[in-house]
């Protein structure tokens, strides 16, 4: 039985993070260093709401049941970074019901054996592409973006991948334009994605 860090578990959560009625599971840990991190908890020793076993979570999902067949929902795996917990998540998936959609939400900038691991098991990826710009992810996230196009190309080379996938393009103040937003979205396009969510990052004002 495997065990994971958690920083929250949000439920009845409707048309958010995939269709229907959800229950949001946000796991500790990211490999990325975004400036604006929305959920900087999950970089924290102390940010780790509880220890949770794949049994202990299939008990407290599946008492959304009835929400999430009759909506069309189920699980959404969020962070930090949900893919690095491939393994868990693989464990969960066949522990509750089949009948769940199972979404991720996720920065792609992980090894490609978790997503190997997860293909089979997740209905629809929500990928926070930041900026396809390696020079403007790099300043915002810390990190090289080369991996993440590399993986998105190989999910997109999956038959019927194009319509599981929604790619998040975020117009992040003091780091890219909206010429830079289109030109990750001409960039995503040619590649074959054809769901977007763009949007605004909303800052504090002590930002």
């Given at each position: 039985m495997l065990q994971a860090p958690v920083i929250g578990i949000s439920r009845h959560r409707l048309s958010v993070d995939g269709e229907g009625v959800t229950t949001l599971v946000a796991f500790h840990g990211c490999p990325l260093r975004c400036r604006y991190c929305l959920n900087a908890q999950c970089l924290r020793p102390d940010g780790?709401?509880?220890?949770?076993?794949?049994?202990?979570?299939?008990?407290?999902?599946?008492?959304?049941?009835?929400?999430?067949?009759?909506?069309?929902?189920?699980?959404?795996?969020?962070?930090?970074?949900p893919c690095?917990?491939?393994?868990?998540?693989?464990?969960?998936?066949s522990l509750i019901d089949s009948r769940w959609c199972i979404n991720i939400e996720t920065s792609l900038n992980?090894?490609?054996?978790?997503?190997?691991?997860?293909?089979?098991?997740?209905?629809?990826?929500?990928?926070?592409?930041?900026?396809?710009?390696?020079?403007?992810?790099?300043?915002?996230t810390g990190q090289d973006n080369a991996l993440v196009?590399?993986?998105?190309s190989w999910l997109l080379s999956h038959n019927g991948m194009a319509d599981r996938l929604t790619i998040r393009?975020?117009?992040?103040?003091?780091?890219?334009t909206d010429a830079d937003v289109q030109a990750s979205r001409f960039r995503m396009e040619e590649m074959g994605v054809r769901h977007f969510d763009e949007f605004d990052?909303?800052?504090?004002?002590?930002?």
């Open positions: 780790v709401l509880r220890e949770v076993t794949t049994d202990e979570l299939a008990e407290e999902l599946a008492v959304d049941n009835l929400y999430f067949l009759a909506t069309g929902g189920g699980v959404t795996f969020g962070g930090g970074e690095l917990r491939s393994a868990f998540i693989e464990e969960l998936v992980v090894d490609r054996r978790h997503l190997e691991r997860l293909l089979p098991l997740v209905h629809q990826w929500i990928v926070d592409i930041k900026d396809v710009n390696p020079i403007i992810y790099l300043q915002y196009i590399d993986n998105l393009l975020p117009h992040i103040p003091n780091h890219n990052y909303i800052l504090p004002k002590n930002t």
